[in-house]
């Protein structure tokens, strides 16, 4: 009798997650190279450092816009490459999958989208057709998963993306409208939350290392890049401070890793604001 109830106890902790082991958060990008330069990479490492068990899930068309996302989801046309890092960290990518089939896959706690590049700070365009996107996937997706948006980067001063020119090639003007949007994104109604990743890049950039984060001009550098993404990333997800996280990937440096570390943190705190780094 006393080893039964024993097992009783153990399974009802268990359920509650009273022996230390947290639930999975999960998370679910509809997607571009953008997201997979934030999520896809040192983000799963961050978490684990700090004993958080994820999955995270990348629907990947390069360049997608949300329009496209929209008419995608409206067509259920399975034209995505969906990346997986599934708890345990083992990496899947399949190719030819829709975003229903995408939102049926998990339990997902958050969803994400984001618009591409070249818009990402052109409100009217964004509004053309991010309700009806909302709308539909808040009509396929787990109950309680909660919609996000991702708010991306200004491109490098000198970069050569033609979309450069809708901010007359202007890094602080891109910059300004992204801003004004993630403000709008977080005053509706539609969103949990915004990820400052943009805010995030352009306090690095303030730092010694300059405007060096990206590899060709708008996709993210590779290392301490995308590290400030995945930080930002890290804090919004779990409300923890990254500088407190002891992950720094191993082709960064120390002052590399404290730079997109703090640079994260502080676009968490000030979201809408550029602060400086002092390293």
Same mark, same amino acid.
Request: net charge positive; glycine share 8%; proline share 4%.
């Given at each position: 009798m006393r080893a039964k109830l024993s097992l009783i106890i153990v399974f009802f902790c268990l359920s509650l997650n009273l022996l230390g082991q947290e639930k999975a958060i999960k998370i679910l990008a509809i997607g571009n190279s953008f997201s997979e330069d934030a999520i896809e990479n040192y983000l799963y490492d961050l978490a684990k450092e700090a004993n958080q068990p994820m999955v995270?899930?990348?629907?990947?068309?390069?360049?997608?816009?949300?329009?496209?996302?929209?008419?995608?989801?409206?067509d259920n046309k399975a034209t995505y490459s969906y990346r997986k890092i599934t708890e345990d960290g083992k990496k899947t990518k399949t190719d030819k999958v829709s975003i229903a089939n995408a939102l049926k896959d998990?339990?997902?706690?958050?969803?994400?989208?984001?618009?591409?590049?070249?818009?990402?700070?052109?409100?009217?365009v964004i509004m053309s057709k991010l309700p009806t =996107?909302?709308?539909?996937? +808040?009509?396929?997706? @787990?109950?309680?998963?909660?919609?996000?948006y991702h708010q991306t980067w200004a491109y490098q001063g000198d970069s050569p993306h033609k979309g450069f020119a809708n901010y007359d090639n202007d890094q602080i003007k891109m910059f300004d409208a992204i801003n004004a949007v993630s403000k709008k994104m977080d005053?509706?109604?539609m969103f949990a939350f915004v990820v400052p990743s943009g805010t995030a890049i352009q306090n690095a950039r303030t730092s010694t290392l300059g405007d060096t984060f990206t590899?060709?001009?708008y996709h993210l550098n590779l290392d301490?890049?995308?590290?400030?993404?995945?930080?930002?990333?890290?804090?919004?997800?779990?409300? =923890?401070?990254?500088?407190? +996280?002891?992950?720094? @990937?191993?082709?960064?440096?120390?002052?590399?890793?404290?730079?997109?570390?703090e640079a994260a943190h502080k676009a968490v705190k000030k979201?809408?604001?550029?602060?400086?780094?002092?390293l």
């Open positions: 995270i899930g990348n629907l990947y068309i390069g360049g997608a816009s949300i329009e496209l996302h929209t008419n995608n989801i409206k998990e339990d997902w706690d958050y969803i994400s989208v984001q618009q591409a590049s070249p818009y990402s700070g052109q409100y009217e =996107l909302v709308n539909q996937v +808040n009509a396929m997706k @787990p109950l309680n998963a909660k919609l996000i005053k509706s109604k590899r060709d001009g301490y890049g995308r590290f400030t993404a995945a930080c930002t990333w890290y804090e919004k997800l779990f409300g =923890l401070d990254a500088r407190k +996280n002891e992950f720094i @990937p191993s082709k960064l440096t120390e002052s590399q890793g404290k730079i997109a570390k979201p809408h604001k550029i602060s400086k780094i002092n």
